[in-house]
């Protein structure tokens, strides 16, 4: 269990989000269609961006609260057990008749993969779930939304928000469309570069970037940019960047998420947004040196230290 810095003062982070199982295969070679291949290795790891984020933010101390599902599958105790372990309060997340949200994932020896995910359970999350669970939106310091659960079910949950007064921080991944209402009641919008392509489709500097998604009506933006580090504009005129720490990564998978979830707890913190940034700049820095998704999210002890001892890069 992370260690508690909670107090009843604190609101808590409520996810709305996905949670899957990664079934990665490890081969020589990304298999043809029709061709088979010998294997030279298989593991389950709990995923799904919204599970990653939860992780995250509940490593860090700070309370979280899941709404989802599962499948009521070999792999739904599994996902809840992970969750509860890393300190989420998974009083919400509820089994459903079928499979869990699944990603097959094959993974070549010279870094190529191939992914099929699968919802599942995450597909089943309809409005009216959400409707049932608005005391504890209304209740939360900030919602996390991600674009893995049905499209509808996502721009319900920002529409409850609004109505509510709670922040919600969107991670646009996987990238689709969105509408006007959308860009009007989101608090963070947090896409990397791929993501930010998507609804610009340009090849424009960071700042002019952020600066028309500003134009959208977004309040504030935070675009991850990878090795660049984070780079952060407001409404109100802040902007900069949160420069990355020089380290040498073994595994990205899930960086964007421990960023988005460090970057909450940072701002429900009180930090100010650039500070918030270089916070998460540090927490994903860390989980980059470690294997595994979930495995690789950071404590607060840990970032603390990692802070102390290192300066982000020029």
């Not at 290795?41 to 939860?54: E, L």
């Not at 699968?118 to 669970?133: L, M, R, W």
């Not at 939360?140 to 509808?152: H, K, S, T």
């Not at 920002?158 to 921080?169: F, H, R, S, Y």
Request: hydrophobic share 40%; net charge negative.
């Amino acid at each position: 269990m992370p260690e508690s810095r909670t107090s009843s003062a604190q609101k808590p982070i409520v996810v709305v989000g996905s949670v899957t199982m990664d079934m990665v295969t490890c081969t020589p070679q990304i298999p043809r269609i029709g061709e088979t291949i010998i294997g030279t290795s298989f593991s389950t790891t709990p995923g799904g961006k919204g599970a990653n984020q939860a992780v995250a933010a509940a490593r860090l101390g700070y309370p979280v609260q899941f709404i989802g599902h599962v499948g009521e599958d070999v792999y739904g105790p599994k996902l809840i057990q992970n969750l509860k372990d890393a300190g989420v309060d998974i009083s919400h997340l509820t089994p459903v008749p079928g499979s869990s949200g699944l990603a097959p994932i094959f993974l070549a020896d010279n870094g190529q993969n191939a992914i099929v995910v699968v919802p599942g359970a995450n597909g089943k999350v309809e409005p009216a779930y959400i409707d049932q669970h608005k005391e504890i939106i209304r209740n939360a310091g900030m919602v996390l939304c991600q674009l893995e659960l049905p499209m509808r079910t996502t721009k319900h949950t920002i529409a409850l928000c609004a109505e509510l007064g709670v922040p919600v921080m969107l991670d646009p991944a996987p990238a689709a469309p969105l509408t006007d209402s959308i860009w009007k009641r989101v608090a963070w919008f947090t896409p990397n570069e791929t993501e930010a392509g998507f609804y610009l489709d340009e090849n424009s500097s960071p700042e002019t970037i952020a600066q028309h998604l500003l134009d959208r009506g977004l309040p504030a933006i935070v675009l991850k940019r990878g090795s660049e580090g984070a780079f952060i504009a407001t409404s109100d005129g802040t902007s900069g960047w949160a420069r990355p720490y020089p380290v040498e990564a073994i595994d990205t998978v899930a960086a964007g998420d421990c960023f988005n979830g460090a970057l909450a707890v940072a701002l429900l913190d009180g930090r100010d947004p650039l500070s918030a940034a270089r916070f998460a700049c540090a927490a994903s820095a860390i989980s980059v040196t470690r294997r595994g998704a979930q495995a690789s999210m950071p404590t607060r002890a840990e970032v603390d230290a990692f802070l102390q001892q290192h300066s982000p890069a020029l």
